[in-house]
């Protein structure tokens, strides 16, 4: 079964392996064997402690550049593969904007989606101005064959100004989102780990879309998603002290998955 065709009649948790920083990055200290390593630990934590999904992302490689080189591309392939073979599915994002770099990725390594930056409508971010790239990425996803490949794109993005789109609210950018093909629209907050406004996720009521909470859900607030997502991106909570950068730990994890199961 596609992962498309499984959220066609269930929802999805799943759980940010935030990969530690690659090589060539400023903070990168760990050779290639190693990140592996701790990414398939991980994702085995996250298996065993009940999730199907889970997704890579190089959020360590601060500062982020627009075009990552073929370092970056190459391990990451190869960790999603790996955790392929270990019967998860699994999606990727990677920062900044490298999103037919992760297309590439996803579609060589049999990946199940890729997180989009910058799908409808520019922006700023800390790297600068981002422009849309909705047109150039379903070209080259029809391109290279990666139709299967989903795309969840991102609605007024995280860590990012939207001044220059300020007229345009939430509920528009979704509907041109839907209207340029994006399979998902995600919606978060202003920045990791803070929780959206619900009300954001009623604008995406009707579309033919995939709905993604991409921040913020905990055990006391999924209620509040649930009726409203088929999918929930999940990082801050599932690691240590509710902090994206440190590590996961099974009871956090386990104690989400319970109140999921709910309403699975």
């Known amino acids: 079964m596609s992962y498309s065709e499984y959220l066609r009649t269930h929802r999805d948790l799943v759980g940010m392996i935030h990969l530690a920083a690659l090589p060539g990055t ?22 065993d402690a009940g ?18 080189g073929t370092e970056i591309t ?8 790996e955790i392929k073979g270990m019967g998860l599915n699994c999606g990727i994002q990677i920062l900044s904007a490298n999103n037919r770099e992760a297309l590439g990725v996803a ?14 409508f520019a922006h700023i971010g800390d ?9 150039d990425l379903l070209r080259y996803r029809r391109a290279i064959g990666a139709e299967g490949v989903l795309l969840f794109a991102d609605i007024k993005k995280k860590h990012a100004s939207h001044a220059i789109t300020a007229d345009i609210d939430v509920a ?11 399979d998902g629209l995600v919606i978060t907050a202003g920045f990791t780990g803070q929780a959206p406004d ?6 995406l009521k009707g579309l033919p879309v995939i709905r993604v909470v991409g921040s913020g859900v905990t055990p006391t607030n999924l209620p509040d998603y649930i009726d409203h997502a088929e999918v929930f991106i999940v990082g801050s909570w599932f690691k240590r002290d509710g902090h994206w950068a440190n590590p996961p730990e099974t009871a956090r994890i386990r104690e989400l998955v319970e109140v999921f199961e709910k309403y699975r």
């Open 107 to 120: 579609h060589s390594a049999g990946l199940d989606f890729v997180r989009v930056e910058g799908f409808v």
């Open 51 to 68: 999730l199907r999904t889970v997704m890579i992302e190089n959020m360590h490689d601060v500062p982020y550049a627009e075009n990552v």
């Open 198 to 203: 619900p009300e954001d996720l009623h604008a």
């Open 127 to 135: 790297e600068g101005f981002l422009n849309s790239c909705a047109a």
């Open 74 to 81: 190459a391990l990451m392939a190869l960790i999603g593969r």
């Open 172 to 182: 528009e950018t979704a509907r041109t989102a839907a209207f340029m093909r994006a």
């Open 26 to 47: 400023p903070a990168g200290e760990l050779p290639p064997v190693e990140i592996i390593r701790q990414a398939l630990s991980e994702a085995r934590l996250y298996r």
